[in-house]
Every structure is written in C-alpha cells, then in structure tokens.
C-alpha cells in the first residue's frame, strides 16, 4: 500500500496561533483520519471525515478533504503548549487504514 | 473507552532471542493490527486480524508471526530478534466492516534488539 505524506514534516508556533497541516493521499478512499501521537505514547483519534464531505469540525480542530486533489488538512485553532504532538493522517480505501509520516507540532508557552 | 493494553512499555532484547508482544482489549472488537513506528517512515501495518484464528499479511510481515487464539489477544512474534527490528511496536483494534472506521490504540511497546 502506499503511504500518504504530510507537509510539513515539523511546525514551531506560539500559544494562541493557529496551526494547520496538510496531507496528500494516493488513493480513491472512503474516508480520512486524523490522529494525534504525544511523544513515545500510542496514537489518538481526533477525527474523520468521508469522502463525500468537504469539511467538519470538532472543538479548535477543522478538517477539510479535496478529493480532487486527494488532499486534506488540519487546522488547529488558539493553539496550547499540550497541543504539542505529532498529528497523521490515515486513509481508508478498503479494510486497513494507510498512516503518513505525520506532522510534528511545537506549540511553544 | 475503549482499552487496549500492550503487555511491556519497554524491552531489550539479544540477537537470535524470540520476543513475544501482547495485545489486549477490552471492546469486543473484531480486528486487531500490528504496526511498526520507525522515525521518517511513519506506521506500517505488519500483520491484522479480523477474526480468530484469522490472520493477514500486512506491508512488512517478514521476521514476523502472529496468533490470535481469543479475541480479545493478538500476539505479535519475532521468531529470532534480529537488530533491524528495533522500533517502536503498536497495536490497534478496530470495529468489523467492510470500510475501516476509527481505530484504537494500545500505548506502544518500545524494543531495542542488541
């Protein structure tokens, strides 16, 4: 299966700023994902969008989905310090889900 | 909630060692997944379960078995622990069905082979 990527690779912001991050994806999906990893822990879900959906929201996090471009992206609203993690993107086009390299996210107090 | 539990957060082992990494959950979930987490190279599924005594190749399953005698248990077996297998091993279970939902996540068990 091919991997998805995410840009960028790493993102340095202060507390209060926005944080957005992108995902490209190499297949028809039924749906995308987003997950969050703090350092050395498991992954998180955060939220899912289908394929027939443009955008969604949940809490500070907003989440649009092109599938003409096979893109996605995440954006973080008034970023906190304990938003600090790594953020991935997942595609589901069948039974698995196919993760991307993620995003590492600093959110600096 | 949804608890998967991972049977050791961290672990070293030798060369040649066999290594068996457990996976538990609590949510009657049908599937269950290995993964492996290596800097730059993000998640790749190595093995998955969706019934038991079920299993399917994932990506990278060479040097890798598993077994899935209950369902709630999927372990994940190095037969002989060789050093390009240190990383950062994750198990997830998910619901049944024919389109992936979410998946859950077990903390992670961290394995340096030596």
């Known amino acids: 299966s091919q991997q998805g990527e995410e840009d960028p690779q790493a993102l340095s912001i202060q507390e209060g700023e926005n944080a957005t991050m992108n995902c490209s994806y190499k297949?028809?999906?039924?749906?995308l994902q987003w997950y969050r990893q703090n350092s050395g822990r498991g992954l998180v879900h955060l939220i899912l969008?289908?394929?027939?959906?443009r955008e969604k929201h949940s809490g500070r996090l907003r989440v649009t989905l092109d599938t003409s471009k096979k893109s996605s992206s995440l954006l973080i609203t008034a970023s906190r310090a304990a938003d600090t993690a790594s953020y991935f993107c997942?595609?589901?086009?069948?039974?698995?889900?196919?993760f991307g390299g993620g995003t590492r996210l600093m959110v600096k107090p | 909630d949804v608890k998967v539990t991972q049977s050791s957060r961290y672990l070293v082992k030798r060369t040649g060692e066999k290594v068996f990494l457990e996976c538990v959950q609590d949510?009657?979930?049908?599937?269950m997944f290995w993964y492996r987490q290596d800097p730059g190279l993000g998640l790749r599924l190595i093995y998955f379960?969706?019934?038991?005594?079920?299993?399917e190749k994932g990506d990278i399953p060479e040097g890798y078995s598993v077994s899935r005698e209950k369902k709630e248990r999927f372990s994940l077996i190095l037969e002989s622990a060789s050093t390009n297998q240190t990383s950062m091993y994750l198990c997830?279970?998910?619901?049944?069905?024919?389109?992936?939902?979410?998946?859950?996540f077990g903390p992670g068990t961290r394995l340096l082979v030596l």
């Open positions: 997942s595609e589901n086009a069948g039974n698995m889900l196919t």
């Open positions: 297949t028809s999906i039924n749906n």
């Open positions: 969008i289908r394929s027939n959906e």
């Open positions: 949510m009657d979930h049908e599937n």
């Open positions: 379960s969706y019934d038991v005594k079920m299993k």
């Open positions: 997830a279970t998910g619901l049944a069905g024919g389109y992936q939902e979410t998946q859950y």
